[in-house]
């Protein structure tokens, strides 16, 4: 099994950065894919970014530009820098791991194996 947890969440104000963290522990051996999603007040959850065990990174495109998702792999933890946040951006940001290899979009979309709790970020305007 794999357990994965969220920090890094918090209140900032328009304009600002936060950085999240996922700490993945447990059988980390079978991560092979990794992603962040997020879910606003109101709304479904939905993809930002995912990251191979290899590097290989993609964003959808409301975030491109804004967003940069990177793995420690020495440090089994996933990050993901946010800059010049909006209101929109509130939500709260979930990261997620799959042992599936292949298309990252593809993956990232066809649903993954293991799930973090989330963490909370509010953007104030």
């Known amino acids: 099994q794999v357990q994965l947890v969220e920090s890094g969440g918090g209140l900032v104000q328009a304009g600002g950065s936060l950085r999240l963290s996922c700490a993945a522990s447990?059988?980390?051996?079978?991560?092979?894919?990794m992603g962040w999603y997020r879910q606003a007040p109101g709304k479904q959850r939905e993809l930002v970014a995912g990251?191979?065990?290899?590097?290989?990174?993609n964003y959808v495109d409301s975030v491109k530009g804004r967003f940069t998702i990177s793995r420690d792999g020495a440090k089994n933890t996933m990050y993901l820098q946010i800059n010049s946040l909006q209101s929109e951006d509130t939500a709260v940001y979930y990261c997620?791991?799959?042992?599936?290899?292949?298309?990252?979009?593809?993956?990232?979309?066809?649903?993954?194996?293991?799930w973090g709790k989330g963490t909370l970020v509010t953007v104030s305007s």
């Open positions: 447990g059988s980390i051996f079978r991560i092979n894919t």
């Open positions: 990251i191979t065990r290899g590097g290989t990174t």
């Open positions: 997620a791991a799959t042992s599936r290899i292949g298309d990252l979009m593809s993956i990232l979309r066809g649903g993954m194996d293991y």
